[in-house]
């Protein structure tokens, strides 16, 4: 395995971003010339527009203008070149279709105000424990019904687009692989685009993504209440929570006890980064397992200490929004934690296979935490989102490459605004 991955793709990838659910099965299924048109129907009106949800616009995203050798790749001003017509959904409204309720809110008519709370996974009992993880491999098994991943490849082959089902949690394993792995067209790879990493939209690229899955966790299971906890590494020198309690003990190679569930579980992208496949495997016996290698690398954890040095730093982020950043809690924090991925080793260390352990979330979890207190701390609102130039991360930036438009700006205000509470005790 190409252990120091994680770091250098941070090293080398400038721009980032990623925007929600991907693609639609019924606006891909069948077609064979691009671009086509994704305005599915809604209770039998097109985007729900006589339920007031949304309505179909032609290019209805203006995007930043990215640099000019990566316009070969589809994710490039996405979801352009796929799709020449979607669905523009109202404020309350999400989903290819503007069929889902915008985090924080559901109902019938999207018009009821929902919380979910997210807690410390040490302070939550042994039966919450293994609700958490009873209902997040459901959601590794249970296949999504309207949405498809693509195992893919760039413009240039589009021959070889192939839509496929993905599970709940895959469809955001994808996600975090589409939005990060390099640019490419044939043997050549870009890493000049991020979407997700490396920049100011660092954060909110996360965030957003986080409370999809959630919410999709909660549409497949039925819990209507799921929501991830967080696992405080600031706290620890070394991962408690790598037991058969929580995530699973792992042996010398890395791979998972089989006395916990997640030894069952094989990662839907693989170790291909150069071809940019996901998913090739027929068989799911054919793909790889989870490996983890906790405290191998001899990274340590960050303690609360490198955490408050971050969170009292005095502007959001700075120019050049990238990780030579100085004063910036983003790029501080950031940095805190690709540590945190560095010391777990395996697939954690390589960014485009890291969501495939839910080691990840727990992970991720914590840091939006910290996000959140940096903004409640410094009373961040939308407008002070910074004037970011890097591709995809600016404050008017999609969250690329998703579906409907949520600007990066938006992510930044109290989570409590998206219908999300930390308890901490
Ligand atoms: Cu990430």
Known sequence: MKKSIFIATFILLYVASVNGFLFFRECVEGVTSWPTQCCPLFQGSVCGENQGRGYCAQKPYIRTVGPVDVTYDERYNSPGFLFNWTCQCNPRFIGADCGICYPGWTGANCDQPHMVYRQDIKKMSPQQVQ????TLHYGKTKIMKDYVILSTADRFRRIYY????????????????YATRPFNSG????????YAHGSTGFFSWHRYCIVLLEKVLQMCSGDNDFAFPFWRWELETNCSVCNNDYVGATDIDGKISKYSVFSEWRLICGNDYSQ??????ECACQRERIVRLPGLNSARLPTI????RCLSMPYYDTAPYNR?????ARQCLESLHNTVHVYFGGIMNQVHMAAGDPIFFLHHVNV???????????????????????????????????FNCVQHRQMLQPISNLGVTYKLT
């Open 131 to 134: 609700r958490f993880i009873a």
């Open 162 to 177: 192939k839509f496929l089902d993905a599970s709940c949690y895959d469809l955001f394993d994808f996600l975090h692989n």
């Open 187 to 194: 043997a050549q790879e870009f890493f000049i685009i991020n």
């Open 276 to 281: 940019t496949v996901c998913l090739t495997e």
């Open 305 to 308: 200490n490198d955490v408050q």
């Open 324 to 328: 030579s950043s100085i004063n910036s």
């Open 368 to 402: 939006d935490r910290m996000f959140d207190e940096y903004i409640v701390q410094n009373n961040l609102r939308p407008e002070n989102y910074p004037p970011t130039n890097v591709y995809g991360h600016g404050p008017t930036s999609c969250i690329d490459p998703l």
